[in-house]
């Protein structure tokens, strides 16, 4: 146990939020103190995110001890900030399970507690949410409030202002806080805006305001100067014209670390009817200096110890990640036509190197996974060549973009897709597992899975060399300790290659899960052939290997259904060659966070399992 009254006397006695509204005023910044020095020692004891839940914890608290929750509902966009959350509702002593096989989950999930109203992964969910839930309440004559914490880098993606824009039309009482972590204001500075926010979120300026509409509401000219000069005066002194034009009253922004005063303009806030937007500035990694210098460094963080104000240092294998980025430098190189494209992902897709080297061809386009396929696609058609550098589950969110705007046109993009299959601890809403299913479905589409680091550069170079749209598909995390190369040199589209040759049983498989191939081969003395290509499929190869062999089975880290397993079926039924078919992949269900070794056993994807399910 480690939320212990002696060391936390106050939090230790918070179990639910009703708890934390018994307690004075007074003591909630004690209660605040508690929160973000257990928030140090429980995430640095089992890893996770770090930076962005210490930057949230006095808005949490104001939160949860003003509104009634779960009645009133706070949707959290990401999730990355929701730490202080969990433990405010029932959590805190599960929390240095997160993100682990059966532990907590890394996100607010509607399947964990009645206090995560809204599951979420992805980011810029979380106006468009609240916003459905506010006119169903609505509709049913409820006056609940509800409310939705999104992060300044989450607003950058275009559906948050979609739900902006739509929301303004449907007058629900709904309240926005967007949580600015990324600038700092001044103390002069700050005090002003504090108090503007208290001044435009109370009743005296709410009742002025609304009084002046109906005195100057039948003389037109007047009024509509009275509206100019308001948006004049506070479009000067505060940056929330645009937000008022969509519809919002605009309050802030406030100093998100200031205890009284989102008290204070909070509780005001709830009084107010209709949509509320509330900008509150902090800082992320509060109270942990290190995370305050280095938020990127320490938005995820492994198991640290808080004393040495350092990150451990640990000797890593290459990263597909990094074989990636390196080989995008070296393209870079050799072409000056290469453009480099993420949408936020400049740490996790490897882009750093790049970044610095060749910054006029680097385009980080925000959490906006859509504008950056079509921009690339923009790109392409002046004889560019774009890189696009995305997860797998983020693609997903550009699908439409992906086939109207690229492949429809035959484009000259190649998509960098990383995190392809199990991902870990991040959960269900990060797992690569539908890519190979959504991408091999769509015409002039190259898709290539690699096994190893080597076999990764070399499709990269052959996607780039391909004139049309291709993707190469590479999972999180080290290889199996190939070199990868420096070279640029390419394959054969299409072409697969035997890796081991045995009798009765082949294997095919698809990227990452060759190694367990060559492990079950062994037992079984087996045929594995490393399929390479998921389209074009190999024709010939199958064609061979279904002559020479009693059962094929496929393997791939990947759903079943319309995967790379399903490919091979589909052009044995299509040829009348006839051979018995175990196709083995990621199941019809969503698969939870844990560990990858965990979570691959668990799906029958390990020499165990294949093993097993070939065996019968």
């Known amino acids: 146990m480690l939320c212990t009254p002696d060391k936390y006397p106050n939090l230790a006695h918070i179990n639910l939020p ?23 020692e429980s995430t640095s004891q089992c890893g996770g995110h770090f930076a962005a839940g210490l930057g949230t914890v006095e808005l949490t608290v104001a939160l949860h001890y003003l509104f009634d929750t779960p009645i009133d509902k706070i949707i959290w966009d990401v999730g990355h900030q929701a730490y202080p959350h969990k433990v405010l509702t029932g959590r805190k002593e599960e929390l240095i399970s997160i ?27 979380s106006i468009s949410a609240a916003l459905g839930m506010a006119v169903a309440a609505k509709a049913s004559g409820d006056e609940r409030r509800f409310v939705a914490v999104i992060g300044d880098g989450a607003m950058t993606a275009g559906m948050a202002f979609e739900a902006l824009n739509h929301a303004a039309d449907l007058d629900a009482n709904l309240t926005v806080i967007l949580n600015d972590n990324d600038m700092s204001i001044s103390e002069n500075v700050g005090g002003l805006n504090n108090y503007l926010a208290k001044v435009l979120s109370g009743k005296f300026y709410s009742s002025v305001k609304e009084g002046g509409k109906k005195v100057l509401q039948n003389m037109p ?22 937000f008022e034009e969509l519809g919002f009253n605009y309050i802030g922004p406030i100093d998100g670390h200031s205890l009284p005063t989102l008290l204070t ?29 280095d938020p990127i460094k320490y938005h995820a963080v492994p198991v640290f110890n808080p004393q040495d104000k350092e990150l451990p240092q640990t000797k890593k294998k290459l990263t597909y990640s990094n074989v990636f980025g390196h080989w995008l430098c070296d393209m870079a190189a050799q072409d000056e036509m290469l453009m480099g494209i993420t949408p936020a992902m400049r740490e996790g897709s490897d882009l750093i190197a790049f970044s610095r080297q060749y910054p006029e061809r680097y385009f980080d386009v925000g959490i906006a996974e859509q504008h950056a396929v079509t921009l690339a696609a923009g790109m392409a058609c002046e ?45 269900a809403t990060h797992h690569g597992a539908f890519d190979l299913s959504y991408l091999r479905c769509i015409p002039n589409m190259v898709v290539m899975t690699p096994s190893d680091e080597r076999e990764c550069r070399l499709m990269l ?33 299409g072409k697969a290659v035997i890796r081991r040759e045995g009798r009765d049983t082949v294997l095919l498989a698809f990227g990452s899960l060759l190694q367990v191939a060559l492990e079950v081969a062994e037992e079984i003395d087996a045929t594995v052939v490393d399929m390479r290509f998921v389209k074009p499929l190999d024709a010939a190869m199958i064609t061979q290997m279904a002559d020479m062999h009693q059962r094929m089975v496929t393997l791939e880290e990947n759903v079943i259904a319309g995967g790379a397993g399903s490919a091979v079926g589909e052009f044995l039924n299509a040829n009348g060659i006839n051979i018995s078919v175990l196709n083995l992949g990621l199941p019809d269900r969503f698969v939870e966070h844990g560990e990858p070794v965990d979570l691959l056993a668990r799906c029958g994807l390990d020499k165990a399992g294949v093993l097993k399910a070939i065996k019968g």
């Open 18 to 40: 009703e708890d934390l509204r018994e307690q004075a005023r007074s003591d909630l910044q004690t209660i605040v103190d508690e929160l973000r020095a257990f928030l140090i």
């Open 99 to 125: 993100r682990q096989t059966d532990g907590l989950h890394p996100f607010p999930s509607r399947f964990e507690s009645e206090y995560d109203c809204f599951g979420v992964g992805h980011s810029s969910t």
């Open 221 to 242: 000219t007047i009024s509509e100067w009275a509206h100019r000069v308001e948006e004049h005066m506070k479009g000067m002194v505060l940056p929330g014209t645009l």
């Open 265 to 293: 303009t909070i509780g005001n806030i709830k009084a107010l009817k209709g949509p509320q937007l509330l900008h509150v500035v902090t800082r992320k990694g509060k109270g942990f200096e290190p995370a305050e210098k």
């Open 383 to 427: 004889n560019a060549k774009p890189v696009c550098a995305i997860y797998g589950s983020f693609l997903q969110r550009a699908y439409d973009q992906l086939i109207h705007d690229v492949a429809l046109q035959d484009l000259d993009v190649l998509f960098a897709i990383d995190r392809g299959g199990i991902v870990g601890g991040d959960g």
């Open 461 to 493: 170079s052959t996607g780039y060399y391909h004139q049309g749209p291709a993707a190469v598909r590479y999972p999180r995390g080290a290889g199996v300790g190939v070199e990868a190369g420096d070279d640029l040199e390419t394959i054969e589209i």
